[in-house]
T-cell receptor, first 112, second 112 residues
Framework: TQLLEQSPQFLSIQEGENLTVYCNSS?????LQWYRQEPGEGPVLLVT?????EVKKLKRLTFQFGDARKDSSLHITAAQPGDTGLYLC????????????FGAGTTVTVRA | NAGVTQTPKFQVLKTGQSMTLQCAQD?????MYWYRQDPGMGLRLIYY???????DKGEVPNGYNVSRLNKREFSLRLESAAPSQTSVYFC???????????FGQGTRLTVV
């Protein structure tokens, strides 16, 4: 069992639809990050959330950190085919800021 | 900027053979990481080094050893490769807590 549980594992939607990806844990995190990975490449950071209840927006992407610092969500508005990829959440628990753990990822496919 | 460089990019081993995966970063980062990525499992942490001179086990350390040779280099060694170690291996580095982790291009390892 991984420290960070992501859901759903797969998501296939039509262009223009909205989607939400969830990242949950029973542990408290000092911060949570979201990465996006393209085939054959390493993950690339999208955002870091640090404060409980924090909401960050990156164009059509909205990221939220839960009040209790145990969960996070990624919402994409009006998805486009360019949003297709593997989305990974990652975090470090409070008692070990150096150990960076990842969730299993959500594969998002946006159909034109 | 080279960023994080991993070698080799591809490798095929026979069961029982040994090999070392090399990783070097030129960003003066303190912390370095080794992950493996398998379908549906996201990134699983093998070992990490919070700073030069220290190494710690991650979530799946069995069958691996690491060496933090200096601040730039962090190697991963398979002493006796097994088919279960067939995977894509990623090296990453970052500076202080809550900052972006930068990844190499990955090493695709097949053990037959």
């Amino acid at each position: 069992t991984q420290l960070l549980e992501q859901s759903p594992q797969f998501l296939s939607i039509q262009e223009g639809e909205n989607l939400t990806v969830y990242c949950n844990s029973s542990s408290v995190f000092s911060s949570l990050q979201w990465y996006r990975q393209e085939p054959g490449e390493g993950p690339v950071l999208l955002v870091t959330v640090v404060t409980g209840g924090e909401v960050k927006k990156l164009k059509r992407l909205t990221f939220q950190f839960g009040d209790a610092r145990k969960d996070s969500s990624l919402h994409i508005t009006a998805a486009q085919p360019g949003d297709t990829g593997l989305y990974l959440c990652a975090g470090s628990v409070f008692f070990n800021d150096y150990k960076l753990s990842f969730g299993a990822g959500t594969t998002v496919t946006v159909r034109a | 900027n080279a960023g994080v460089t991993q070698t080799p990019k591809f490798q095929v081993l026979k069961t029982g053979q040994s090999m070392t995966l090399q990783c070097a970063q030129d960003m003066n980062h303190n912390s370095m990481y080794w992950y493996r990525q398998d379908p549906g499992m996201g990134l699983r942490l093998i070992y990490y080094s919070a700073s030069e001179g220290t190494t710690d086990k991650g979530e799946v350390p069995n069958g691996y050893n690491v060496s933090r040779l200096n601040k730039r280099e962090f190697s991963l060694r398979l002493e006796s490769a097994a088919p279960s170690q067939t995977s894509v291996y990623f090296c990453a580095s970052k500076t202080i807590q809550n900052t972006e982790a930068f990844f190499g291009q990955g090493t695709r390892l097949t053990v037959v």
